[in-house]
């Protein structure tokens, strides 16, 4: 096969299955580039329609070439890699879902184990970090590329192999907690929240608070800059101040945080909105913008005082609908308003008030009351193959619960599909989620002292069991590996804020064991966030820390190369589409 081909596999209609089109860029186990697309007329490989292989231009060059044997299409997808099909981690937790789950055959137990940091790598940016990093493995230029986000509200594309900048910029001062009403934990205030990235418009996206006026005006604005370049796009940014207004509320930046990671689900952006720690007259907030068109803006608030979006997950989504969960909300009168639930969003945002969209414990009033809402973490979508119902949201929350829930109906305010305790403690962060042989498994921060997991029974109904817990102080959110997807799945998280040793740790998914206890001196880490987490791509851990980013190796990995720089076809006009009255409901 020619260095610049790629193979194009035609997979027969008989085979379609979830996803329906693999990436672009999936790559065979030795480096060559796979495109696999579905084969409408074919019923088999061979028949009429399609041809079993065929080549390709190639969008960069494969980074080492072998041979393509193929008897049929099921050998050919059977030699895909799984390693390799992870090159893009472009939102929180790798995918919508938010599973937290990075796929890399380097990652074994043996290799983990010896983990190093790149000390040629500089990684060196300015500002507080508390978002996750992104990776781009087609980056400027078709280099390997990590993209970076600061409270200074600072934007860096760091070359991922040497941590050089390839571009940098800064989108406005940051709010200084001293100009807020209200106390929080991040000073000053720039882009907190994780950001998204559209691979397709190769645009990137979040909030950044800034001030014009050196802090008497306070605005969240939401940008989108061109991956390649780091130019803000046309149209952008958006003030959401000026823009979203729901049933009459309207949006005040001074009294509300953007915590929660950003999403994009039908190429519509998706921005929830929080508070400074319960302060002031917050509602929580649902912002949605065209990706495609900026002046088409719709927004959701909370009815009632309250009810943030706040836990660090933000938007979860089955690739149709946004979820998200909600705080404690104010004043209610024992009225629901919108808080304390797990809401389920269609295209806008547009809540229908179905009692299949959302889902609130009977004792809602009661976690309002003692502030033990179930807000302090985002949406886990999970499927659990076996169990009824299979496709589940689970829900972890300041009360020391986990709850799982109906994803197809969600029950209004019901009891949930199951409970139970899982923590000493409040719980706010991100949990994982990973299957293997022995089961679904959900991994979380138990307490500052603490990373636990509990197993879902493949049951009619599903319920929670715990399965193991081990010593790891530190605030961090986990993610998690896996060579395959089932096996060697290693549960890492940072020993992060003052709790913790800053150091990066590994478990075994299915014991607790520890699979990586640190490192060495040259592995200690500094300005390690709580709530935040890291990313796994080629071969390497990639995290976002205050003034630096760092990367670990696995032993053997050589340096993804960088391609010659190549231009890219200039973008074809597309029409720009009715801008979407804001339904004043």
């Not at 184990?113 to 990684?123: M, P, Q, T, V």
């Not at 807000?375 to 999970?382: A, I, K, M």
Request: proline letters at 8%.
């Amino acid at each position: 096969m020619a260095r610049h081909d790629r193979a194009e596999v035609l997979v027969p209609r008989k085979f379609k299955g979830q996803p329906k089109r693999l990436p672009d860029n999936l790559l065979f186990q030795r480096g060559t580039a796979v495109a696999v697309r579905l084969d409408k007329e074919a019923a088999h490989c061979g028949r009429k329609g399609a041809s079993a292989l065929k080549l390709l231009p190639m969008k960069s060059p494969i980074r080492s070439s072998s041979s393509v044997i193929a008897g049929s299409c099921i050998a050919i997808l059977s030699a895909i890699s799984p390693v390799n099909a992870q090159v893009n981690v472009t939102q929180h937790h790798n995918h919508a879902s938010r599973d937290g789950l990075y796929i890399d055959s380097a990652f074994t137990f043996d290799a983990a184990a010896k983990l190093a940091r790149d000390l040629n790598f500089d990684g060196t940016i300015v500002g507080d970090v508390w978002a996750q990093p992104l990776y781009v493995d087609d980056g400027p230029g078709g280099r390997p590329t990590v993209i970076a986000v600061t409270e200074s509200n600072n934007v860096y594309a760091l070359d991922a192999v040497d941590g050089s900048i390839i571009w940098q910029i800064n989108v406005g001062t940051p709010v200084s907690l001293s100009d807020l009403a209200c106390p929080w934990d991040v000073d000053p205030i720039g882009i907190t929240g994780t950001p998204v990235i559209d691979l397709g418009s190769r645009s990137l996206f979040f909030d950044a608070m800034t001030t014009p006026d050196g802090g008497e005006t306070k605005k969240h604005l939401i940008f989108s800059l061109n991956l390649d370049t780091g130019a803000i796009n046309p149209g952008w940014p958006v003030d959401v101040g000026e823009t979203a207004v729901y049933n009459g509320t309207t949006f005040t930046s001074s009294i509300q945080a953007q915590r929660p990671a950003l999403g994009i689900v039908d190429n519509i952006l998706y921005v929830p909105y929080g508070s400074f720690f319960d302060c002031g007259v917050y509602h929580g907030w649902l912002v949605g913008v065209s990706i495609d068109n900026p002046a088409s803006v719709m927004a959701w608030a909370t009815d009632a005082i309250g009810g943030a979006i706040w836990g660090v997950g933000g938007v979860a989504s089955d690739g149709s609908n946004p979820f998200v969960t909600t705080g404690n909300t104010f004043d209610t009168l024992g009225n629901w308003g919108g808080g304390e639930a797990v809401i389920r969003f269609q295209p806008g945002p547009i809540f229908t008030g179905s009692s299949s969209d959302y889902w609130v414990p009977l004792n809602w009033l009661t976690l309002d009351t003692q502030d033990k809402d179930v807000g302090g973490c985002g949406p886990l979508l999970v499927d659990v193959p076996g169990a009824m119902p299979s496709r589940l949201v689970v829900a972890l929350g300041k009360d020391r619960n986990a709850y799982l829930l109906d994803r197809d109906n969600l029950g209004g305010i019901s009891t949930p599909v199951a409970s139970a305790q899982v923590s000493n403690s409040d719980i706010v962060q991100a949990a994982v989620t990973y299957r293997t042989k022995q089961g679904t498994y959900v991994a979380f921060r138990a307490s500052s002292t603490t990373i636990s997991a509990f197993r879902i029974t493949a049951t009619n109904p599903p319920a929670i069991v715990n399965a193991w817990s081990a010593t790891q102080p530190g605030r961090a959110a986990p993610f998690a590996t896996s060579t395959d997807g089932t096996n060697d799945i290693i549960v890492w998280v940072v020993g992060a804020d003052v709790d913790g040793d800053q150091r990066l740790h590994g478990f075994d998914g299915d014991t607790g064991n520890v699979v990586y206890a640190g490192g060495g001196p040259d592995e200690l880490l500094s300005g390690s966030r709580r709530f935040n987490t890291g990313i796994a791509a080629r071969g390497r851990i990639y995290l976002a820390n205050d003034y630096k980013v760092y990367s670990f190796a696995l032993p053997g990995i050589v340096p993804t190369p960088t391609p010659t720089p190549r231009p890219r076809p200039t973008p074809r006009h597309r029409p720009t589409p009715p801008v979407r009255p804001i339904p004043l409901r």
